[in-house]
């Protein structure tokens, strides 16, 4: 019975260490993502104010006749 007892208690950590290392690694890919994303957002952002910038510019010059 102690032999087993052990041995299940063994079982047990080793579990929960693989699956607390596994959560983890899940965090820390989604912590990237999220990085990621952000600057994508970012990026999207200042383009659409350049293109936002352009547009009125051009409105803004008068036509040649």
């Given at each position: 019975?102690?032999?087993?007892?052990?041995?299940?208690?063994?079982?047990?950590?080793?579990?929960?260490?693989?699956?607390?290392?596994?959560?983890?690694?899940?965090?820390?890919?989604?912590?990237?993502?999220v990085?990621?994303?952000?600057?994508?957002?970012?990026?999207?952002?200042?383009?659409?104010?350049?293109?936002?910038?352009?547009?009125?510019?051009?409105?803004?010059?008068?036509?040649?006749?």
């Amino acid at each position: 019975v102690t032999h087993f007892c052990s041995y299940h208690s063994r079982r047990v950590r080793l579990i929960r260490n693989t699956t607390v290392s596994q959560m983890d690694a899940m965090t820390q890919q989604n912590a990237a993502l999220v990085d990621e994303a952000t600057a994508a957002v970012l990026a999207a952002s200042r383009l659409s104010a350049s293109l936002s910038d352009s547009y009125f510019a051009i409105l803004a010059t008068p036509e040649s006749s």
